[in-house]
């Protein structure tokens, strides 16, 4: 267990003493003669009140006379000077955030100018605490002691310490939303009216709002029994009292201070986006210059388009195949039909109307967007199901799914259904000789492919798709056989064993052509799935269960070498390399546990609660490698979204790099992907995108009225670059 942020970015304790200094004037380019700019770019220095350069802050940019709304953000070097390269004409309002200050008065600029910013000192640490990332305030919460889980105790008999932890991190609360941002370290004022003040009870009724109250109030009450809203409560009461995180983070540092960051807002105030897509990740100048295709999951069946050149947004309206598909919300589903009770924000309108519950895309090698989204009724067709002659239905057959694929051609606006028997979840090509196979995670007990090419061809839905059960090779004998004992039987040494390890993620590995998932429960566990030369009757499977101190498995994904990495709920990037493994990897003893010597636990970066030892309460949704050096720190990078941190989580040479969104507060990530637009274009020609996928963005700084954010990140090799 390690991290090794401190060592790579160094950094001092930051004063907080000093005046209030206000304003900002614009200067000739002869006076700041080490800030070269260009004519789109605004330039200069940020000084505190004693006239000293301010080293490692934000300087934001921000316009609204574009088609979106339009953000730029750069960090400033070791003497205070800044670049905010290749802006579009507009007027921008300008000023500088960073930890020890409050923020700046805003200047207003263009192009073309070169600035002196002042920075204004944060005149206490309470207001200096404001800046601070979420995971700081979320850390102030108390977490009951082991002492409390049990028979008879504050939580129902099967909830370890290690499950609540996973609960309130991310396999529950920050599994849809931020934790720990100003508008979920507060209470609404009205819900406190109701409850008399007690913010326990406040708490209890914040979860119900809305069409996720259902799905709130059964893990809150359901699996935690209640018991944590006393830890809940005392928390936000003790914020609203005036306490404020004892920890503070580093400015940027190193690497990070290179760091450009553009948003751009989309879709609309009410309805959010789980994910989106930019390129396809085996080769990432497909599509270059492109617009970015949104996934609206269970907000709406409009699919936003935005054009990063134009700065502009459409919207194309997803179509069901089927008049009779329902609403893909309710009894099934991760969000109910309707407000279980009114939000503080909306009421009790019902915003979220989808059927298609597009959760996740991905884009093809010919720029097509292939879609994980529902056309239909949930009732499959009789060629899932058993007696049929498919293939895959003889072995396993299936009467329903919630959850399809579809494929959009952004050139002809053509929209095709593949109705596959399986669920779909997260989708990914193949590499290789396989590179037209589309592998699909959601399928529960299940693994689904897609052969893209025979569909292309001829269109025929059940002739291009397959599945298979995960089957363990418990008897040792190197082969699949039939008549294997089911998941609730033991193992018997003499035959193979069916589990079930539904795929979360889906990683098809470039090194030997197997295909991993991520199995989330409150341990967790990775499973490689050889589909050997005819799937149906060939393809085994090995798990491999995530030892102590992890727990918690969310999205995964793999590098160029086969090795898998994982966001765990336990605070670590976990690292799974199958090639460490010491003993047999099938046999009757293969069953999860044995090979702990292939996991390494890397400590995410930022404070972890008190009470609980060297831990971090980062909680990322999904992690992702950069496999193509697409955005600046090497092949095959893993990444995770720091969804406490407001950015994306970098390990580089051992050593954990923030990729920060300072501003608005809040920046929450469900995914992303990296594209090259031009190899030769340098730092400019590469990039990560992220949507903002918090299913409230109304959260996030701004509050109510603000839209979802696509996020753009390059590496500069300095701040001044431009």
């Not at 950094?11 to 004519?39: F, H, K, R």
Request: with cysteine; net charge negative.
């Amino acid at each position: 267990m390690k991290s090794n942020r401190a060592t790579l970015l160094g950094g001092a304790a930051l004063g907080l003493a000093g005046l209030i200094a206000a304003g900002g004037y614009a200067l000739n380019a002869a006076s700041t003669p080490n800030v070269a700019i260009d004519a789109d770019d605004i330039g200069g220095v940020v000084t505190n009140p004693n006239g000293q350069p301010e080293a490692g802050v934000w300087v934001i940019a921000e316009t609204s006379d574009l088609d979106v709304r339009y953000i730029k953000i750069v960090v400033t070097d070791d003497q205070g000077r800044f670049v905010v390269p290749d802006l579009p004409s507009a007027n921008y309002s300008v000023w500088v955030r960073g930890y020890g200050l409050v923020d700046s008065d805003k200047v207003t600029s263009r192009p073309g100018s070169t600035l002196n910013l002042a920075a204004k000192i944060a005149p206490s640490e309470h207001a200096a605490a404001q800046y601070y990332p979420a995971a700081y305030w979320y850390s102030m919460m108390e977490i009951p002691g082991k002492d409390q889980f049990g028979p008879g105790k504050s939580f129902p008999a099967n909830v370890t310490q290690e499950v609540y932890l996973d609960t309130i991190k991310s396999n529950g609360c920050i599994g849809c939303h931020q934790l720990g941002q100003l508008s979920t370290r507060t209470i609404p004022e009205q819900f406190l009216r109701e409850q008399g003040g007690v913010h326990s009870d406040a708490w209890l009724r914040r979860i119900q709002s809305g069409q996720a109250g259902v799905q709130m109030i059964g893990l809150a009450a359901g699996l935690l029994g209640g018991g944590q809203f006393k830890y809940f409560g005392e928390w936000t009461e003790r914020v609203a009292k005036g306490e404020y995180p004892e920890q503070k983070p580093q400015r940027p540092q190193g690497a990070e201070r290179n760091i450009v960051v553009t948003l751009r807002d989309w879709m609309n105030e009410k309805q959010y986006l789980h994910d989106l897509i930019a390129s396809d990740r085996r080769f990432p100048t497909v599509n270059a210059y492109g617009p970015l295709y949104g996934s609206p999951e269970y907000s709406s069946n409009n699919m936003p388009i935005l054009d990063p050149i134009k700065n502009t947004t459409t919207l194309f309206p997803i179509p069901v195949r089927d008049e009779n598909a329902p609403i893909a919300l309710g009894p099934g589903h991760a969000a109910g039909a309707h407000a279980l009770l009114p939000s503080a924000y909306w009421g009790e309108e019902d915003i979220w109307d989808t059927r298609v519950n597009n959760h996740n895309s991905m884009i093809g090698k010919d720029g097509r967007v292939w879609m994980a989204a529902t056309f239909r009724a949930p009732n499959n067709p009789d060629f899932c199901k058993r007696g049929s002659d498919h293939p895959s239905a003889k072995v396993f057959p299936i009467d329903r799914t919630n959850r399809n694929i579809t494929v959009y051609d952004p050139k002809t606006k053509d929209y095709k259904f593949v109705d596959t028997c399986f669920g779909t979840h997260h989708l990914q090509f193949a590499y290789g000789a396989n590179e037209n196979m589309l592998w699909t995670s959601g399928g529960g007990p299940v693994v689904g492919w897609i052969d893209t090419k025979m569909f292309d061809e001829t269109g025929d839905s059940a002739k291009s798709q397959g599945w298979t059960p995960l089957i363990l090779d418990t008897n040792g004998n190197g082969k699949r056989d039939a008549g294997w004992v089911e998941p609730n039987q033991q193992v018997d040494p003499t035959k193979d064993k069916r589990i079930v390890a539904g795929f979360y993620a889906v990683m098809p590995n470039p090194a030997d052509g197997s295909i991993w998932g991520s199995w989330r429960n409150s341990r967790g566990a990775v499973v490689r799935l050889d589909p050997g030369s005819n799937p149906n009757e060939t393809a085994l499977a090995e798990i491999y269960n995530v030892p102590m101190p992890g727990y918690g498995v969310r999205g995964a994904d793999i590098d160029s070498k086969g090795v898998v990495w994982v966001s765990l709920s336990s605070g670590h990037l976990g690292e799974f390399d199958r090639s460490k493994c010491k003993g047999p990897l099938n046999g009757p003893t293969a069953t999860g546990d044995h090979c702990p010597e292939g996991w390494t636990m890397h400590k995410y970066p930022g404070p972890g609660f008190k009470g609980l030892g060297d831990n971090s309460v980062e909680s990322s949704y999904y992690s992702w490698v950069d496999q193509h050096n697409t955005f600046g720190l090497g092949n095959d990078v893993p990444m995770s979204t720091g969804n406490l941190n407001d950015g994306i989580i970098a390990y580089a040479n051992g050593q954990m790099v923030v990729l920060r969104v300072p501003y608005p507060l809040g920046f929450y990530a469900k995914g992303f992907d990296g594209r090259i637009d031009d190899p030769n274009a340098g730092w400019k020609g590469r990039g990560l995108w992220a949507a903002n996928g918090d299913r409230t963005p109304w959260l996030i700084e701004g509050g109510k009225g603000t839209k979802p954010l696509a996020a753009h990140f390059q590496l500069r090799q300095s701040p001044l670059d431009k």
